[in-house]
């Protein structure tokens, strides 16, 4: 189903055509005020400058080719020569019968060019806990999939995770010590331990390698020997992998976000094809040695003093970076996965290394069609305008940020429901608290940064999940409430009557959810979605203040309940399939 902005834009296109003969894509917009009626266009504006014509006059002309009765009433020109559109009820109701009966997409279009999207996000990091850095990347790559998947594009997730490096030379080497003297003391029975103790290993290890020189070259021998494959340090190495998942996914679940095992291809992955990578640049002649390393210099990049900036893919000492990872993924994407885009969810700090990765992989000629995108995002800051952080000055760490949450949104539903059943309770806690994280972060514009309050977030009023989970439970409890049977008045419904101003702009809202999608996936900006699902909320609150729905009369109940069950069913298929936030029934 084509949006009401699509279709006015078709015809203020045509209208222009046959006007002026000029062929200019329509510039509409929705109103900036409903006064001004529902949707705008300026180009009568745009076009007068260009072909020194009078804006007004040249507006009246564009109308008077306009054919657009069916859809809207007769256009008003406003100001220096604004096109001024209001929807007919009767195209809204007509587009409201056709976003119901569009079960699953609710009149959210598919693609006409669907391609293979490779979208890389979350990216954990080995040995380590996800922090709150983590989150953004994470919740946003996972809400672009959902857009790309819903949009009918065949997406591939990577979870690019930070398995390979130096660092494991000493943590390795650190884990076998101990290993030693765990053998020789008779406790035989040994397991990498929770997350925890890995995390203390690698302080450890580090701490070590910094002050035992014994230590820092036995951990040079061994990252040697991970390297080349020596089968008793790759199965210290699975260890602290497996271990590390084991804390990440179960965050994965709890967040609601599609990330399995399977979608991913750590650096590890790419280890026996970075010396090829390093060896076709030196052939093409890009990469060159400078100062011992081995680097490609990208044009239009450069240092603080203004030399060619390197893009650094071999240490003097024979080690690759991530940089050289990065630039094998990228080739592995497009040729063997076949990627006609790539999108890369990462802080805004890796702004350059993406620029740079880029540049040089079309230098190297391995870009043909294949769309690159760096999707950025702003920090997640303390209430005090600081990036969040501990007391002691560390990374928050995401489980304990996401498990304050829930218990926070626990002690609500406790004070203000103490009734309901246990398990009830701890689901309610577990949708609101998650939701509104994950909620409060995707309704900020993701390039900015944003300050990160519990109590903002968790309030009932607002544009919040718990907000937007109350109206939701609202509507629900309409359905639960009366002797009515409402699937069958919904079924024979007759008539939709969009009388009163409160039920007509309810309406109007509902029929622009897939207007909203849109420019939601156009920017990969999820915060369009959230406006939307707010501005939804507010105007079925204000629908339902005004117009009785249960006890309407019963020519207009059928027309009232619909309106109320497509609220519900956008509300949550905007939470649930878009956002991963659960709706509750009753709250
Ligand atoms: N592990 C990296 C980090 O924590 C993120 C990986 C992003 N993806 C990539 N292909 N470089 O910053």
């Not at 979208?119 to 990347?137: C, E, T, W, Y």
């Not at 884990?175 to 331990?193: D, I, M, Q």
């Not at 501990?390 to 004070?415: H, I, P, Y």
Request: hydrophobic share 40%; with cysteine; charged share 25%.
């Amino acid at each position: 189903m084509k949006p009401a902005i699509q279709i006015i834009s078709e015809r203020i296109s045509q209208a222009i055509q046959k006007a002026t003969g000029q062929n200019v894509p329509a510039i509409v917009t929705p109103a900036t005020d409903s006064k001004f009626g529902d949707y705008q266009s300026n180009n009568a504006l745009a076009l007068a400058k260009q072909l020194k014509a009078n804006p007004r006059q040249l507006a009246e002309k564009i109308i008077a080719q306009l054919q657009i009765d069916d859809i809207c009433q007769k256009p008003e020109i406003a100001g220096a020569g604004f096109i001024n559109l209001r929807l007919k009820p009767e195209f809204v109701a007509k587009n409201l019968r056709e976003t119901v009966s569009d079960k699953d997409r609710l009149g959210i279009e598919k693609t006409n060019k669907p391609e293979t999207v490779v979208v890389d996000f979350s990216g954990p990091n080995i040995a380590k806990q996800m922090h709150v850095g983590h989150l953004r990347s994470t919740i946003i790559g996972d809400c672009i999939c959902r857009m790309l998947e819903l949009a009918g594009h065949k997406v591939i997730r990577q979870n690019h995770i930070g398995d390979w490096g130096t660092q494991f030379g000493m943590l390795v080497e650190f884990l076998k010590e101990r290993l030693e003297k765990l053998f020789n003391s008779h406790s035989v029975e040994w397991t990498a331990g929770p997350i925890e103790d890995i995390e203390d290993f690698y302080r450890q290890a580090s701490e070590q390698y910094k002050n035992n020189t014994e230590f820092a070259g036995k951990a040079r021998t061994t990252i040697a020997d991970l390297h080349s494959g020596n089968p008793a340090c790759l199965e210290l190495w699975q260890m602290i992998v497996t271990e590390t998942r084991r804390h990440y996914l179960p965050l994965y679940k709890m967040l609601g976000v599609n990330l399995t095992i399977n979608d991913e291809r750590g650096e590890s992955f790419y280890k026996d094809k970075l010396a090829d990578v390093v060896n076709d640049l030196k052939k093409q002649g890009l990469a060159v040695e400078s100062e011992g390393a081995i680097c490609v210099f990208p044009e239009g990049f450069k240092t603080k003093d203004d030399k060619p900036m390197p893009f650094i893919i071999q240490k003097s000492d024979g080690a690759f970076l991530y940089a050289t990872t990065d630039l094998a993924a990228l080739r592995y994407r497009i040729n063997e996965l076949k990627a006609d885009e790539i999108i890369y969810v990462t802080d805004a700090r890796q702004k350059q290394h993406f620029e740079m990765l880029f540049a040089v992989a079309k230098m190297a000629g391995w870009v043909k069609d294949t769309k690159l995108v760096h999707i950025t995002f702003g920090s997640v800051l303390g209430e005090d305008g600081k990036p969040l952080k501990t007391r002691s000055g560390e990374n928050v760490k995401l489980k304990e940020l996401l498990d304050e949450a829930v218990k926070r949104a626990k002690a609500v539903v406790q004070e203000k429901n103490p009734d309901l059943p246990d398990d009830e309770k701890e689901n309610i806690a577990q949708s609101v608290g998650i939701g509104a994280v994950k909620y409060a972060d995707y309704s900020n514009n993701r390039t900015s940064d944003y300050i990160f309050s519990y109590d903002k977030m968790l309030a009932m009023d607002g544009n919040t999940a718990p907000y937007m989970q109350y109206v939701y439970a609202r509507v629900c409890s309409i359905f639960k409430k009366g002797n009515i049977d409402i699937k069958k008045e919904l079924n024979e419904i007759k008539e939709i009557y969009l009388n009163e101003p409160a039920e007509f702009e309810l309406a109007k809202q509902l029929i622009r959810y897939s207007e909203a999608f849109n420019s939601a996936i156009a920017d990969f900006k999820p915060n369009f979605l959230t406006a939307y699902l707010y501005e939804l909320a507010q105007k079925f609150s204000a629908f339902y203040n005004a117009c009785p729905v249960l006890d309407a009369q019963e020519k207009i109940r059928p027309s009232r309940l619909l309106l109320c069950d497509l609220t519900a069913k956008i509300i949550r298929h905007g939470l649930e399939n878009l956002l991963g936030i659960k709706t509750i029934e009753r709250m």
